[in-house]
């Protein structure tokens, strides 16, 4: 059993920059998934970044690449999401989850575990 706890999320401008963290209570095995999704308003949820906790191998859907950034503290159970130079788009509740799939999942229902979610709201 794994608990995930989001933090990070707010308001911020266009252009600016948050840092997410995800806290993950509960043993991740090292070929588990640390995985970023999002929701925005009257959207379904997406993928957004994933990382392979061994190998830190790392996967952007392409709206955030070379803006996003995925990263994990293995000492200290957490995955973050560096989100710079944010767009209006980019504003959605952002959920941390954790796939035991065997290779990198793109769909939300790959993943077993997730966080309660926490809102990123980009102004204009």
């Known amino acids: 059993q794994v608990q995930l706890e989001e933090s990070g999320g707010g308001l911020v401008q266009a252009g600016g920059s948050l840092r997410l963290s995800c806290v993950a209570s509960?043993?991740?095995?090292?070929?588990?998934?640390l995985g970023w999704f999002r929701q925005g308003p009257g959207k379904e949820r997406e993928f957004v970044a994933a990382?392979?906790?061994?190998?830190?191998?790392?996967w952007y859907t392409d709206s955030v690449k070379g803006r996003f950034t995925i990263s994990r503290d293995a000492a200290k159970n957490t995955v973050y999401l560096q989100m710079n130079n944010l767009k209006e788009e980019d504003t959605a509740v952002y959920y941390c989850?954790?796939?035991?799939?065997?290779?990198?999942?793109?769909?939300?229902?790959?993943?077993?575990?997730w966080g309660q979610g926490t809102q990123v709201t980009v102004s204009s």
């Open positions: 989850a954790l796939s035991k799939s065997e290779y990198i999942a793109y769909r939300s229902d790959s993943y077993t575990y």
């Open positions: 509960g043993t991740i095995y090292s070929n588990d998934f």
């Open positions: 990382i392979n906790w061994r190998l830190a191998k790392t």
